[in-house]
C-alpha cells in the first residue's frame, strides 16, 4: 500500500495554477447568498476524526483548497478520506501508519499543524513541520508545543520538525496560556480527549469554532465541556468512537457577504448565517449605519449607495472572541472606506495584518498607517478600479469587495489565495448580480 502514496521527503514548493479575478464594480447586489460551511471549524473537525479507528462523517464541509490539502495530508498518514457527495467528507484512520506531517503539508496550510495533538495522543508519536509564518505575521507554535510538553510530551525541534513521542498516555494536566490562542485550545483539547486524567485549559479560547469541535468530539464519546466562559475542562477516555456531526456555518464569509451588500447600495438576504456568532461584527456594522436585520439564521442587508454620505467613521479594535475577528478586519476597512470621516483601525491579533492595506490604497482608500499595528482610513473614498494583489484570503476576498464598488475595471492577482478558504466566490458574487470573471493566468508560485 505504502508504494501507491506519494511521499514528500524533499521540500519542493508545488507550482499553483495562478488566476486572477477581473470586476467591474459599481453594480448593486441583490438577491440571496447562502454561507458555506466553516473553514476553521471543518479543519479541525477532519484532525479530530484520526481520533479513532472508526468511520467519521461530516457534512456542511466547505468546498474549499485547505479542506481539499487536508484531505491529502490525512491520505499520506493512512487515513482512509471518501468525499461520497460535495461537503460531505468521510475519514476513517483505521491504518495510520505513517507519522509524518511534511513541509509541503505546512506550506500549503498552517492549520495543518493540529494533527500534533491527535497523532501524538493516539499513536504516542509524530513528525511535524513546523508551519512558521505567513503573509499575516510570524505566527509562532511554542503554545502548542508547551501544553504538550506540559502533558508529559518530549518534543525536540530539528531541521523545522518537531519531534514529538511520549511514554504511554499523555497525562492530564492544568494548562495556563500567556495569551488566548484558538488553535493551541484546540491542539490541547484534541490531545486531552485520549490523555490519562484531567485537564484544565484557561484561557481557553472562545471562538464559536472551538465550541462546534467540542461538540463533535462529545459526540465521538469524548469527555469535554466548557466549564466557563474562557475554561475548558476534559477527562481523558481510553479510546473515542465514529461519529456524525455537521459544520457550523463561516462566520467570516456571512461578515463579508454583509460588507457586500452594505457599500454596493444593495439589496442582500444571507441565509445560513451565523447571527448569534457575529455580535461585535454587525455592532460595527450597525454603528457606521447600515440597515442590517437579523432572522433566526438570516442576515438582510440593505446598502447605502456608494458615496451617499450615510455611513459614519466608526473606531475598530480586533480581539478574540467575542470581540471583533481578526479575519473580520479586512471586510470592516472596506466598509470604513465608505463611511464619513476617519476611522481607526486597530489590529491587535496579528503583527502584520494590516499591510494589505497598500493593495487597497491602489484603489484610491485613503489610508494612513499610524503604527504598525493602528492605520487611520477616511472616507467616503470614491474607488477606482486598478490591478493589485491578494497576499492572503481575507484580505483577497476584501479586495474583490472594494472592486465591487469601484468605478471601473480592477484586475485582483492571487486568486488562489481566496479558493483556498471561500467555496464558489465567484458564483455566489455572480448570482447577486456582480460583474466578476477569472482570468487564468498559468503556472507559478504560491506567492507570485
Ligand atoms: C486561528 O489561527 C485561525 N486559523 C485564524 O484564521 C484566525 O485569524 C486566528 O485563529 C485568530 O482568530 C485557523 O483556525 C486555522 P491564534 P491561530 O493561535 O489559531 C499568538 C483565516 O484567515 N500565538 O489564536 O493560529 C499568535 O501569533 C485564519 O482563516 C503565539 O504566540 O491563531 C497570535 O498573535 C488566519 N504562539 C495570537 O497568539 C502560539 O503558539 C493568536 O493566534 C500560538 C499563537
Redesign the pocket.
Same mark, same amino acid.
Given at each position: 500500500m505504502a508504494g501507491d502514496r506519494r511521499f514528500h521527503w524533499e521540500y519542493q514548493e508545488e507550482p499553483v495554477e495562478r488566476q486572477a479575478f477581473r470586476v467591474t464594480g459599481g453594480r448593486p447586489l441583490r438577491g440571496r447568498v447562502r454561507i458555506s460551511g466553516s473553514?476553521?471549524a471543518a479543519?479541525k473537525m477532519l484532525a479530530a476524526a484520526t481520533l479513532t479507528s472508526e468511520p467519521c462523517r461530516l457534512t456542511n464541509v466547505p468546498e474549499i483548497e485547505d479542506v481539499r490539502a487536508m484531505a491529502e495530508v490525512l491520505r499520506d498518514l493512512g487515513a482512509e478520506v471518501a468525499h461520497p457527495a460535495p461537503n460531505t467528507y468521510e475519514v476513517t484512520a483505521a491504518n495510520v501508519e505513517w507519522l509524518f506531517v511534511p513541509l509541503e503539508a505546512a506550506a500549503k496550510m498552517? #492549520?495543518s499543524f493540529i494533527l500534533l495533538g491527535p497523532l501524538l495522543t493516539r499513536f504516542g508519536r509524530v513528525i511535524i513541520s513546523n508551519p512558521g509564518g505567513d503573509r499575516?505575521?510570524?505566527?509562532? =507554535?511554542?503554545?502548542?508545543v508547551d501544553a504538550m510538553r506540559a502533558m508529559g510530551a518530549n518534543i525536540e525541534y530539528r531541521n523545522g520538525y518537531y519531534f514529538a513521542r511520549s511514554e504511554g498516555r499523555l497525562r492530564g494536566t492544568e494548562l495556563a496560556f500567556p495569551? =488566548? /490562542?484558538?488553535?493551541?485550545t484546540e491542539n490541547a483539547v484534541l490531545a486531552a480527549v485520549l490523555a490519562e486524567g484531567h485537564t484544565i485549559i484557561r484561557p481557553a #479560547?472562545r471562538?464559536p469554532?472551538v465550541d462546534d469541535l467540542i461538540a463533535m468530539l462529545q459526540k465521538m464519546g469524548a469527555q469535554v465541556a466548557r466549564t466557563s466562559p474562557d475554561v475548558i475542562e476534559v477527562e481523558g477516555r481510553g479510546r473515542l468512537h465514529g461519529a456524525e456531526h455537521d459544520v457550523i456555518s463561516d462566520r467570516?464569509e456571512a461578515g463579508t457577504f454583509v460588507v457586500a451588500g452594505a457599500i454596493t447600495g444593495g439589496d442582500v438576504t444571507i441565509e445560513a448565517a451565523p447571527c448569534d456568532f457575529l455580535g461585535s461584527f454587525l455592532d460595527v456594522v450597525a454603528e457606521v449605519g447600515v440597515a442590517v436585520a437579523c432572522g433566526r439564521d438570516t442576515i438582510e442587508v440593505r446598502g447605502t449607495a456608494p458615496g451617499a454620505a450615510q455611513l459614519r467613521a466608526h473606531d475598530v479594535v480586533t480581539a478574540?472572541y467575542p470581540g471583533l #475577528? /481578526? *479575519?473580520l478586519q479586512p471586510p470592516t476597512a472596506v466598509l470604513l472606506t465608505q463611511a464619513t470621516g476617519t476611522s481607526a483601525v486597530h489590529e491587535t491579533?496579528?503583527e502584520d495584518r494590516l499591510e494589505w492595506l497598500g493593495e487597497l490604497r491602489k484603489l484610491g482608500a485613503e489610508v494612513e498607517m499610524v503604527d504598525e499595528h493602528c492605520a487611520a482610513i477616511t472616507g467616503p473614498s470614491h474607488l477606482r478600479g486598478a490591478e493589485v494583489e491578494m497576499g *492572503?484570503?481575507?484580505a483577497g476576498a476584501s479586495l474583490i469587495l472594494g472592486a465591487l464598488v469601484a468605478e471601473g475595471e480592477s484586475v485582483i492577482h492571487g486568486a488562489h489565495h481566496v479558493r483556498r478558504?471561500y467555496e464558489d466566490i465567484e458564483r455566489k458574487f455572480l448570482d447577486l448580480g456582480a460583474q466578476i470573471e477569472h482570468i487564468s493566468e498559468g503556472l507559478g508560485t504560491a506567492t507570485r
Open positions: 473553514k476553521n479543519l498552517r #492549520a499575516i505575521g510570524r505566527r509562532p =507554535v511554542n503554545l502548542h495569551t =488566548v /490562542t484558538v488553535m493551541g #479560547a471562538e469554532e467570516i478574540p #475577528a /481578526t *479575519d491579533i496579528f *492572503d484570503l481575507r478558504g
